[in-house]
């Protein structure tokens, strides 16, 4: 054998870069499903069975094309569990030439692998991931010499580079940025014109995933009822259409709006696609700029959506690589409590965050507000360790690589990085969820009050947070107000802030649920 191509789970496109010169005379693809990578953190069972039942389906493509493949399904009683030791046996079988990869999305993976391929002895190429718009080596080159990186700066190179949306060399509409445009709330009438996403029915393949995943995984937290998830390029291309037809033109002015039981709202529900390979970013971001020019939504829309993608998706891909391993230590705030076992149940008095667990734990899906401003708000404002918060937004969500993970969680979510990725902590109080969702109106909390029996976990702790944090945080320019408005606050009313926020945690740790066995 000259080659033996190894393909991921998250990289399932037939375009992949490790296909390039692919002879299937001389060479051989290897695939493996393995129970370590389903454990290694206590994935849900929506996550669990994205993974396993996209890289079936790409298998049964492969298998169309007549290329020579081995695959390793996770039931076979040969299976070795981990992809070290599956890799190894592999190795021995096909005695390789060499091993070819695209670059991978996950810095442990990675590792492993370049260790089995040094053990042998064997030159590992691992080639550049053509769905992103950029390199590594290109983020490297961009941030050299810079006191600060900033995603911004970033952004605009990218627009340039790649001509989007702009107009002889300026940026469409005379500005880069349209986030003022795009803060809205639905107001007490709620959303009145979205459109649940396309749908797909588990095919034959995915039945049978989701009966492994079931038998294989029964303690794990999620449910499968609602599996509809595209799993094929051509279903994640009919998700993207149904995205661009019915829900980007209002995507930009409520990007941060929530509703209580409509998870999806305007949001486009592709990042699992795009993480997984089954999209490719250019696609997605030429197809939104395209809807743009043809006049079907507004430059807010477009450019907001665009951000989110050539923006963020690109920057965090190069703050992951360039900052691995020592990144994922980081806890710049000394963050020191645990997680709260609700976070595996959903059960808490504080509707707002009970609602975004539950609806996570079960669809494995939560949009990036929920994400950031309920579920990490509190994280961050509780005091939970970093590390502990990453490991169970990488458990959780069907759409969560560590490449994109990590520094949205520990870094913009967390702050555990000081400041690396975001340049100031996202906090707020529970009068942010008041503004920007409709939880509060069937909370047993007022979102106004700092303390008291109603007053609002979320508004106890933000205080509390400042409090906390007044030496570390209050030079930072862009906290001046809220410092300010800590200063109003007459030291006796903080004394008894510190101390509802010292009991809320005693209870949440001492009356939460325990997380699962097997966590």
Partial sequence: MRNLILILGDQLNLDASAFDDFDPLMDQIWMAEVREECTEVWSSKPRIAVFLAAMRHFKARLEEKGWPLEYRNLEDSENLGTLPLELNAAIQRHAPRQLIMTAPGDWRVLEEIKAVAHRHDLFLEIRNDRTFFTTVHDFVAFTSGRRQIRMEYWYRALRKQHDILMDNGEPVGGQWNFDADNRKSFGKEGPKESQKPLGFAPDAITQTILALVQARFPDHPGSL???????????????????????????????????????????????????????????????????????????????????????WREYVRGIYWTQMPAYQELNALAASQDLPGFFWTGETSMNCLSQCLSQSLNLGYAHHIQRLMVIGLYALLFGVRPDAVHEWFLAVYVDAVEWVELPNTLGMGQFGDGGFMASKPYVASGQYIHRMSNYCASCTYDSKQRVGPKACPYT???????IRHRDQLSSNPRMGMQFKNLASIAPALQEEIKAQARQHRELVLQEAAQPPSGC
């Fill in 225 to 311: 009822n609602d599996f509809s998830w595209p799993m094929t390029q051509e279903e994640a291309d009919q998700a993207l259409t149904d995205f661009l037809d019915h829900r980007l033109a209002l995507f930009g002015p409520y990007e941060d709006a929530m509703w209580q039981g409509e998870p999806y709202l305007f949001h486009s529900q592709l990042s699992m696609a795009m993480n997984l390979k089954l999209l490719s970013a250019r696609r997605v971001v030429r197809a939104v700029e395209v809807r743009y020019r043809e006049g079907a939504i507004a430059l807010a829309s477009a450019e907001g959506f665009i951000r989110q993608v050539l923006g």
């Fill in 460 to 466: 106890t702790l933000y205080w509390d947070f400042l």
